[in-house]
């Protein structure tokens, strides 16, 4: 008996599955009142087996159909965050734009407040600023664009300093901050005149050669007075502070913060003609 099932145990097992699904199908197919005693058995009997495939086919299906919204999900977060990444940097720039446009806006405007002074635009392409040494910003405008040693150089915010050296297309700005920087400015509130001279790094500066009878307080605004041949007359430069009178000596000493932060500049202004009237040498100590 087993051999016989053993050799035809594949023919057995195709007839089962033939067979069985076709009687399931036919005691399906009978109407309720109509189904035999066999047809009942049969439908009782593959039950657990109906169900479970049931089951199975629904589990797989829904499976991959979760699958396949988690992999939808997954292209749109992607795709989401590449255009919010995009739209970050498109911000960024936007953003760096209108800030340049407000400089330049600002610029223009200075231009045009001085009807006197014809002016240059330039961009700050290199910075040197080195405490041992020279304190200089590099702007992409140099000789073959009409600028020449000693022009002023300013921002919308006042005084940056002057050019220092120059090529056909860049020149070295020598910044107010520079030890061999010196302006001559005069106090706007009582009209008192001195020197403002760089410390060799960014940060304030020191006003030389103010005398001790001179009306000066913390809070004063320095302007250029435009009588060191250089600067125009009427520029900002700084604000007094720190204001310190010593018990003797012809001066009194102060610190200056520069209206112009030498650090953050991108645009400037060359001012190629600025004649200040009545220009005289700046302001020195008294000989010995």
Not at 15 to 38: E, Q
Not at 98 to 122: I, M, T, Y
Not at 187 to 207: D, I, K, M, T, W
Request: glycine share 8%; with cysteine.
């Amino acid at each position: 008996m087993f051999s016989l099932l053993r050799r035809y145990r594949e023919v057995i097992v195709v007839a089962v599955l033939v067979v069985v699904p076709l009687g399931v199908f036919l005691a399906h197919a009978r109407h309720p009142g109509d189904r035999t005693a066999l047809d009942r058995f049969v439908l009782v009997a593959t039950w657990p087996i109906e169900k479970g495939v049931d089951w199975a086919v629904t589990g797989v299906l829904e499976g991959w159909q979760r699958y396949v919204w988690l992999r939808g999900v997954e292209n749109s977060a992607r795709d989401l965050s590449r255009t919010v990444n995009e739209l970050r940097a498109e911000n960024a720039e936007l953003s760096q734009l209108q800030a340049e446009n407000e400089r330049l806006s600002q610029l223009l405007l200075f231009v045009k407040s001085r009807p006197d002074v014809r002016a240059v635009g330039a961009k700050v392409i290199g910075t040197r600023m080195d405490p041992k040494g020279l304190q200089l910003v590099t702007i992409d405008r140099g000789s073959e664009d009409g600028i020449r040693k000693m022009m002023p150089v300013v921002t919308a915010a006042g005084v940056l300093g002057r050019v220092h050296t120059l090529t056909p297309h860049a020149a070295d700005v020598l910044l107010l901050s520079d030890r061999n920087s010196s302006i001559a400015v005069r106090v706007e509130r009582s009209r008192a005149r001195a020197n403002v001279r760089g410390q060799g790094a960014p940060g304030p500066c020191r006003l030389e050669y103010a005398l001790r009878s001179d009306d000066l307080i913390e809070g004063d605004e320095l302007v250029t007075s435009g009588t060191d041949g250089v600067f125009p007359r009427g520029l900002p430069v700084g604000v007094v502070h720190q204001v310190k009178r010593g018990g003797h000596g012809l001066y009194q000493a102060s610190e200056v913060n520069p209206a112009v932060d030498v650090n953050r500049v991108e645009e400037v202004m060359v001012l190629v003609s600025a004649d200040p009237p009545g220009a005289q040498p700046a302001a020195q100590a008294p000989a010995r």
